[in-house]
């Protein structure tokens, strides 16, 4: 009788865990800081338009919610190099979540545009911080495939 031996094939899946502590972390501060961008992200033209600012008003409050986020990519990666990423995240959580507060009350449309200015530094800061943890977290294995 022959005997047919066979090697076993490699494995598809990293012997190491995926799923480490810090890389959870990393996924709940994502998790909350998209949540807190998107609560206000539909709330903030409604608010200018209340405050009879009109359509343009409410697009001066997205655009510079947009021009915040963009500043704050471009320059995230400086900073990232010079705090931290613990640092850098913790600066983008706070920029984007006290601003909100000033909202409670009725408020210029000048006070919204600041605010919307800020918030989108703090999502800028916080999006590109997480992506760059996850990147850095991820076991070497899953990038080759």
Known sequence: MSTLTQTQPAR?????????????????AEFS???????????????????????SGAGLITGSLLLGTVAAEAAAAAAIRRFGYRAVLG??????????LVLLVPEPQAVMVSVSFVRGLGFGLSGVTTGALTARLLPPEIGRA
């Not at 990293?14 to 996924?27: D, I, K």
């Open 12 to 28: 598809a899946v990293p012997a190491g865990r995926l799923l480490s502590v810090p890389l959870a972390a990393t996924f709940l």
């Open 91 to 100: 600066a983008g959580a706070v920029l984007l979540g006290v601003p909100a």
């Open 33 to 55: 800081s998209l949540t807190s961008f998107f609560l206000l992200l539909s709330v903030m033209p409604m608010l200018a338009a209340a405050a009879g600012s009109g359509s």
